[in-house]
């Protein structure tokens, strides 16, 4: 192949790694690599919950790309995608267009909605630093306007989480931590506030073993949150939700809905034509799509099995080995080697129940509380060392035991 031109899509977890690791291991006569990001700055995914929380700065979840990515190695191209055009091997983005020899799709993911009636419109996600933002401030304007309404609104003060997941338990800890911090800022009486996460299957944390699975659920309780399981959503509206629980239909008043119930790949990956499963693309082992040699697909966008045949999750640790193995098979691919097969290391999983507790499922041990709290802020600063270097890591990283 002569000199390709590498086009990376997207700057999230996966896309970052691949395009870090690549502008050391691919010289500039080897191949010309693009990234293309709608913004400036990589987030810190696994943050977000904490924004939208307030429990932590949106500017601290953001890395300036260019604090890690070599402009002389790697051109940065900030537009926004709109299509992929396999046929032509050309990306169509908002302000331009670009052919590539060698795509790699790290576009993220968007919210499944599953049809139901009203979440688009009223429904609100932590998707992205500006929607965990929106979060915030739409929770603050509602405490807001209820201490300075002749009649208070019913249902102001309650904010309902669908979906027990990761994304859900999380934000459920670090919001019902900051509670008492809003209710003083507007003169509230905290048991007024009802913060309710609702779950479609019979328990929170659907895979965790039963004793992370009942501590997290008594660590959430014990601190306010009202957990309703095996509630089917039916219906959301501008001020409630509906729900279904042991075939009878129930509603809570509600202006601030958070669904956390589900991704899907993003929508420009839906359209090309490759095969899909689980919302994501079937890939082979080397992680290229079946149908297309050319595409490589990470993230959120990409469908893996492990060793066991069970699906992978679409983690930022996944991701993130995704990208550095990307990487090197592309790199081996140029120098005219052989490519390897992708094998992920999942050494556990690590949720936070807010700044002082969690739990962590790590090499088949359990870890409760502020040991796990420690484990993952140990986790998030290993992953802005291996990104950028001491430097991002002295910059951003978290040093506190607890903030």
Same mark, same amino acid.
């Given at each position: 192949m002569?000199?390709?031109?590498?086009?990376i899509?997207?700057?999230?977890?996966?896309?970052?790694?691949a395009?870090?690791?690549m502008?050391?291991?691919i010289h500039?006569n080897e191949?010309?690599i693009?990234?293309?990001?709608?913004?400036d700055y990589?987030y &810190?995914t696994t943050w977000l919950?904490?924004?939208a929380?307030?429990?932590l700065h949106h500017?601290?979840s953001?890395?300036d790309?260019?604090?890690v990515?070599?402009?002389?190695?790697i051109k *940065?191209i900030?537009d926004?995608?709109? @299509?992929?055009?396999?046929e032509e091997?050309?990306v169509? =983005?908002?302000?331009q267009? =670009?052919?590539?020899?060698? =795509?790699?799709?790290s576009?993220g993911?968007?919210?499944?909605?599953?049809?139901?009636?009203g979440?688009?419109?009223?429904?609100y @996600?932590?998707k992205d630093?500006?929607s965990?933002?929106?979060?915030r401030?739409r929770?603050?304007y509602?405490f807001a306007?209820y201490?300075?309404?002749?009649k208070?609104?019913?249902?102001r003060?309650n904010i309902?989480?669908?979906?027990g997941g990761?994304t859900g338990?999380?934000?459920?800890?670090e919001?019902?931590?900051?509670?008492p911090?809003?209710?003083?800022?507007?003169?509230?009486?905290k048991?007024?506030?009802?913060?309710?996460?609702?779950?479609?299957?019979?328990?929170v944390?659907?895979?965790?073993?039963d004793?992370a699975v009942?501590y997290?659920?008594?660590?959430?309780q014990?601190?306010?949150?009202?957990?309703?399981?095996?509630?089917?959503?039916?219906?959301?509206?501008?001020? @409630?939700?509906?729900?279904?629980?042991?075939?009878?239909?129930?509603?809570i008043?509600?202006k601030s809905?958070?669904?956390?119930?589900?991704?899907?790949?993003?929508?420009i990956?839906e359209?090309?034509?490759l095969s899909m499963?689980?919302g994501r693309?079937?890939?082979r082992?080397?992680l290229?799509?079946?149908?297309?040699? @050319?595409?490589?697909l990470?993230?959120?966008?990409?469908l893996n099995?492990?060793?066991?045949g069970?699906v *992978?999750?679409?983690t930022?640790?996944?991701a993130m &080995? &995704?990208g550095?193995?990307?990487a090197?098979?592309i790199?081996?691919?140029?120098?005219?080697?052989?490519?390897?097969?992708f094998?992920?290391d999942?050494?556990?999983r690590?949720?936070s129940l807010?700044?002082d507790?969690?739990?962590?499922?790590?090499?088949?041990r359990?870890?409760?509380?502020?040991?796990?709290?420690?484990l993952k802020?140990?986790?998030?600063n290993?992953?802005l060392f291996? =990104?950028?270097?001491? &430097?991002?890591?002295?910059k951003?990283?978290?040093?506190?035991m607890?903030?």
């Open positions: 002569n000199k390709p031109h590498i086009v899509l997207g700057a999230g977890y996966g896309g970052m790694m395009a870090a690791r502008q050391k291991l500039s191949a010309k693009t990234l293309v990001n709608k913004n990589h &810190q919950h904490e924004n929380a307030g429990t500017d601290r953001k890395i790309i260019k604090e990515i070599d402009r002389n190695r *940065l900030l926004e995608v709109v @299509s992929i055009k396999r091997k050309k169509k =983005l908002k302000n267009e =670009l052919y590539y020899d060698i =795509l790699i799709v576009l993911f968007e919210p499944a909605i599953y049809g139901i009636p979440l688009s419109e009223f429904a @996600s932590i630093i500006n965990a933002r929106l979060i401030e929770i603050e509602n306007l201490t300075n309404e002749n208070p609104t019913d249902g003060l309902v989480i669908g979906g990761l338990v999380e934000f459920a800890g919001l019902i931590n900051r509670i911090t809003i209710c003083e800022e507007y003169d509230i009486e048991n007024l506030v009802k913060v309710y996460l609702l779950e479609g299957r019979d328990c944390l659907y895979g965790y073993d004793s009942q997290a659920m008594n660590s959430l014990s601190r306010g949150v009202e957990i309703i399981n095996d509630a089917t959503v039916k219906a959301c509206a501008e001020d @409630s939700i509906i729900y279904e629980k042991g075939g009878s239909e129930h509603k008043s509600t809905v958070i669904w956390t119930a589900g991704t899907k790949a993003n929508s990956v359209r090309l034509n499963e689980h693309v079937k890939v082992n080397d290229r799509s079946i149908e297309d040699d @050319s595409i490589y990470i993230g959120d966008c990409s099995y492990d060793e066991n069970n *992978l999750p679409s930022a640790q996944i &080995q &995704q550095e193995f990307i090197r098979n790199n081996a691919k140029i120098k005219g080697k052989e490519m390897a097969a094998l992920p999942v050494p556990g690590i949720t807010g700044s507790d969690g739990i962590a499922d790590m090499f088949s359990n870890l409760f509380g502020w040991k796990a709290a420690l802020r140990v986790a998030d290993w992953y291996k =990104l950028g270097g001491i &430097q991002l890591l002295m951003k990283g978290k040093f506190n607890f903030h």
